[in-house]
């Protein structure tokens, strides 16, 4: 049981120390932040762009297109066996 005391109050703790401890949280969190205001920034565009787009794709005046399908073979894409 004393030894257990020992190893737990007056052990040296296990954490790692040194010259090059920590130097790298600094450039973590600039790099952290600068994807996140990029991410914001990212969906703000995304929403104009969305809320920009028309509610249905279908054209306004179909009749030149409609003219074209009309007179189109459905056939004819067909490959021949000759």
Not at 25 to 33: D, R
Not at 40 to 69: G, Y
């Amino acid at each position: 049981m004393n030894l257990i005391a020992y190893d737990l109050l007056l052990a040296e703790p296990n954490t790692p120390t040194g010259p090059e401890f920590g130097k790298a949280s600094p450039v973590g969190l600039v790099i952290l932040i600068l994807l996140l205001i990029g991410t914001v920034l990212l969906i703000r565009s995304m929403n104009r762009k969305i809320k920009r787009l028309p509610a249905t794709f279908e054209p306004a005046h179909p009749e030149p297109d409609q003219a074209a399908d009309d007179g189109t073979d459905p056939g004819a894409t067909a490959s021949r066996s000759e």
